[in-house]
Structure formats: structure tokens, C-alpha cells
């Protein structure tokens, strides 16, 4: 499976990864069965290409935040008032 480069924001609290943008760069795994690869191949009579085409994320943090992500602060937040039937 290829992969592309991309970073963004690890939160130690809920253990998130949170992407932020990709570098633009890739890297080609050289497999006949992916097909994002330059060795891309087909057998004989297949008609249905049903190789991989979403890359691997090769993962670089920017920031290491101790904090939870928003996501999972709103899902808190959420949980929070159901439980007491009070608004925030």
C-alpha cells in the first residue's frame, strides 16, 4: 500500500490524532495489487479492479497537545447535559 505524508496534532488525553494537511509527498510501495502503484497490474480476464486505492497515512505531529480534541470535548459536553438535563 502506498503511502502519503501528512501532519497534524497528536492529544494525549483521548489519544487522537488530529490531521491537519499532507506535504504532497508520496511514496510509491511498488505493488501490483495496489492501485495507486506505477507497478499496478491486472490478471488475465479480470474485468473489476478490486485492488487498494486509499493510501497509508505516514503520520507526523506538529504539536502534542495534553488536552482532549474538540470532538471528543463536545461528546463530553453532550454526555454532560443528558445526564443532568441542564444547558451549558
Known sequence: ???????????????HYVKMYESGNKTDCGSPSCALSKAHKHRPGQRTCTCARVPRECRRV???????????????????????????
Open 62 to 88: 506538529l504539536s502534542l497537545i495534553h488536552d482532549r480534541c474538540d470532538e471528543c470535548t463536545r461528546a463530553a459536553w453532550a454526555t454532560l447535559e443528558r445526564e443532568s438535563s441542564r444547558v451549558w
Open 1 to 15: 500500500m502506498c503511502e502519503i505524508e501528512c501532519f497534524g496534532n497528536y492529544h494525549r488525553k483521548c489519544e
